[in-house]
C-alpha cells in the first residue's frame, strides 16, 4: 500500500498536528505500507488562476511551472492520500487549500453524472483509493470540526474517493501543558497509531478508535481558564519588557 501525507501546519514536524500525525503514519508503515510525507509550507505553489489550459490547451499540465508539478507526480498511484492540517477559520490552512485547488489537472474537463450528480470524470482513470483527514484545533468541542469535515467529504465525493475516516484532536494546544503535568495522554497517541495500523490491515478504522483519539483531555471550564492565564502571563511579561 502506497500512502501519501500533506501536513499543512506551517509548525511543520513540531507542531501539534504532527503529534497525531506522525504516530498514525508510523502505525501504517508497522502493518506494511509505504509513507511519504510533504511539508505542505516548503512547497512553492502558486494559486490557480482558473484558466483551464490544463483541460483545453494543454491537457494534464499546469501554466504555473512550480512544486505542483513534482506534487502531481507523487500522487499517480497512491493508495492512502492523508490531509493533516491544524483547523483555521473554520477550515483547511490556506497552503493546503492553494494546493488542493491545483489538482484540477489529474481531472477531465467532461462532465459526467455519478451517484446522481455532475463530477469530473479521472484523468486516466486516475485517482485515490483513500483518503483520511486528520486535523488539530485549539478550542475545547468537537464540533469544531465540523465544516472542515463537510468540506473533505466533499471533495472526496467529487474525485470519487472514499472518505475513510478522520483523527481529530480537539483543545490539541494543550497537549505539551498536560504532559508536563503528569497525565495520562498516551491512550490517545496509541490510538492514533493503531488507527494507521487497522486502516492498512482491515481497510478501515473501528469507531472506539477514533473517539480514544478525541477524547477529553481535560474540562473545558479548566481548559479555558489555563489557556487564558497564560496569554495573560505572556501579555503582561510583554509589557513589563516594554517598560523596562
Not at 14 to 38: C, Q, R, Y
Not at 53 to 79: F, R
Not at 86 to 91: A, E, I, L, S, T
Not at 183 to 199: I, K
Request: hydrophobic residues 40%; aromatic residues 6%.
Amino acid at each position: 500500500m502506497k500512502v501519501l501525507a500533506f501536513n499543512s501546519s506551517p509548525n511543520m514536524g513540531k507542531g501539534a498536528t504532527a503529534s497525531i500525525l506522525d504516530p498514525f503514519l508510523e502505525g501504517m508503515k508497522e502493518a506494511g505500507a509505504e509513507v511519504e510525507v510533504v511539508y505542505v509550507s516548503k512547497l512553492n505553489i502558486k494559486p490557480c488562476v482558473g484558466c483551464y489550459a490544463c483541460w483545453l490547451k494543454t491537457p494534464g499540465k499546469c501554466v504555473h511551472n512550480d512544486d505542483m508539478k513534482s506534487v502531481l507526480s507523487k500522487l499517480q498511484g497512491v493508495d492512502v492520500l492523508v490531509l493533516a492540517t491544524p483547523v483555521y477559520v473554520d477550515g483547511m490552512t490556506g497552503t493546503m487549500k492553494v494546493m488542493i485547488d491545483r489538482f484540477i489537472p489529474v481531472g477531465e474537463p467532461f462532465i459526467e453524472i455519478r451517484d446522481g450528480h455532475c463530477r469530473h470524470p479521472g484523468r486516466d482513470g486516475g485517482g485515490t483509493g483513500k483518503l483520511v483527514l486528520v486535523s488539530v484545533c485549539g478550542f475545547h468541542e468537537i464540533d469544531n470540526f465540523d465544516s472542515l469535515q463537510v468540506h473533505v467529504k466533499a471533495m472526496c465525493k467529487n474525485m470519487g474517493t472514499e472518505f475513510a475516516g478522520a483523527l481529530l484532536r480537539p483543545h490539541g494546544a494543550a497537549i505539551p501543558f498536560i504532559r508536563k503535568m503528569g497525565l495520562p495522554v498516551d491512550d490517545v497517541f496509541e490510538a492514533a497509531r493503531e488507527a494507521g495500523r487497522q486502516l492498512v490491515q482491515d481497510g478501515k478504522i473501528a469507531d472506539e478508535v477514533l473517539a480514544t483519539v478525541s477524547r477529553e483531555l481535560v474540562p473545558r471550564d479548566a481548559y479555558v481558564q489555563t489557556a487564558n492565564a497564560f496569554f495573560k502571563q505572556t501579555l503582561d511579561a510583554l509589557e513589563k519588557k516594554k517598560g523596562d
